[in-house]
């Protein structure tokens, strides 16, 4: 396994929210991040009852490609749920390489507010560190400003840090992987 992470944007993504999200995965994890072709939208993973997207399809069909790298997250523009949960921002596979996000929930425009592009590039920077910091073994932390904290609401996402707190830096660092 080469020591990248695979960056697989899902439909229609943002350049600009690629870019950054790469960017902030390079040095939060000190990996190469390198971008492949986007997948088509996730027809498959569409809930017509609920009009959301099943998170576990998404990353079934991330494991499905065989991508490289030691992590694999995709982006996605639309808006994710996991049974039991009303939504998700993001879902990362147990034992697996591969985590989602999603940018839906992450928009002031969601809520009826005028999009600010920055706060959507910081949220989703957040919810990409936060989960391929699961896939790279980490659990959620008590320190509300720690990236892996869980974020209940975009209160929280906003509150906390791109960052992990010193306990989840050490703890990842003696991760093999
Ligand atoms: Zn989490
Ligand atoms: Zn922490």
Redesign the pocket.
């Known amino acids: 396994m080469s020591a990248t992470i695979t960056l697989v944007p899902i439909g229609v993504v943002e350049e600009e929210v690629l870019s950054h999200v790469g960017t902030a995965l390079t040095e939060v994890f000190g990996r190469q991040v390198e971008m492949v072709a986007p997948l088509p939208s996730p027809d498959y993973a569409y809930n017509e009852h609920r009009r959301q997207y099943l998170a576990g399809a998404v990353l079934a069909q991330l494991r499905k490609c065989r991508f490289p790298g030691e992590g694999v997250l995709g982006i996605v523009d639309v808006d994710l749920y996991a049974p039991n949960l009303n939504f998700v921002f993001g879902q990362a596979s147990v034992r697996g390489r591969e985590a989602v996000i999603a940018l839906t929930r992450l928009r002031q425009s969601f809520y009826g507010l005028p999009e600010e592009k920055d706060l959507l590039l910081a949220r989703a920077v957040k919810e990409a560190v936060h989960e391929l910091g699961h896939v790279y073994g980490l659990s959620h ?1 008590p ?1 509300a400003r ?1 990236v ?2 869980f974020s209940n609401s975009l209160r929280d996402t906003d509150f906390k840090s791109y960052q ?2 010193v ?2 830096r050490t703890r990842i660092l003696e991760v093999p992987h």
Do not use: K, L, V
């Open positions: 932390c320190d720690c892996m904290h992990f707190c306990a989840c």
